[in-house]
C-alpha cells in the first residue's frame, strides 16, 4: 500500500512540474484551437523578450509582432516596471489579434518577467 501512494505521488509530482514547464514555453496553450501557432507564440515572446530585456525600458513601451502565415498579429507592453526580492521585473500585457477565432472578444495575457541571479528572466508566479 505504502508504494501506491508513494508511486501516486510522484506521478502527481511529475503531471505538476510538466504542466509548469509547459506554461514556461507557451502560456498562450489555451489559444492554440483558434488558430494561435507556435510560431505567433515564438513571435510574441520575441516581442516581449525586447522590452524587458531593454535596461532603459518605459512603461507603456511597445513591441508588435505579425505573422503573414498565421494571419495573427499581436502587441506587448510594459505596464510596470518594479523589484521583488531583489530582482528587476517587469509586468507585461501581450493583446492578441487571432484572424481565426471566431470569438472577437479581446484576446490579452498578463505575465511577470523578472531577472533572477543568474542573468536569466523567468516567468515569476506570485
Not at 520575441?46 to 535596461?55: F, I, N, R, V
Not at 498565421?70 to 509586468?91: E, F, H, L, Q, W
Request: proline letters at 3%; hydrophobic letters at 40%.
Amino acid at each position: 500500500m505504502k508504494k501506491i501512494i508513494v508511486a501516486v505521488v510522484a506521478a502527481l509530482a511529475m503531471a505538476i512540474a510538466a504542466h509548469t514547464a509547459i506554461a514556461q514555453i507557451n502560456p498562450f496553450g489555451k489559444w492554440a484551437q483558434v488558430g494561435f501557432t507556435k510560431e505567433d507564440a515564438e513571435m510574441n515572446q520575441k516581442a516581449a523578450a525586447s522590452l524587458y530585456e531593454k535596461p532603459d525600458v518605459k512603461i507603456g513601451e511597445k513591441a508588435s509582432w505579425q505573422n503573414p502565415a498565421s494571419g495573427n498579429a499581436g502587441t506587448v507592453t510594459a505596464t510596470r516596471i518594479y523589484k521583488y526580492k531583489d530582482m528587476p521585473c517587469v509586468d507585461l500585457l501581450s493583446s492578441l489579434d487571432l484572424k481565426d477565432s471566431q470569438d472577437k472578444s479581446k484576446k490579452e495575457l498578463k505575465s511577470t518577467r523578472c531577472k533572477v541571479a543568474s542573468g536569466e528572466w523567468k516567468i515569476l508566479h506570485k
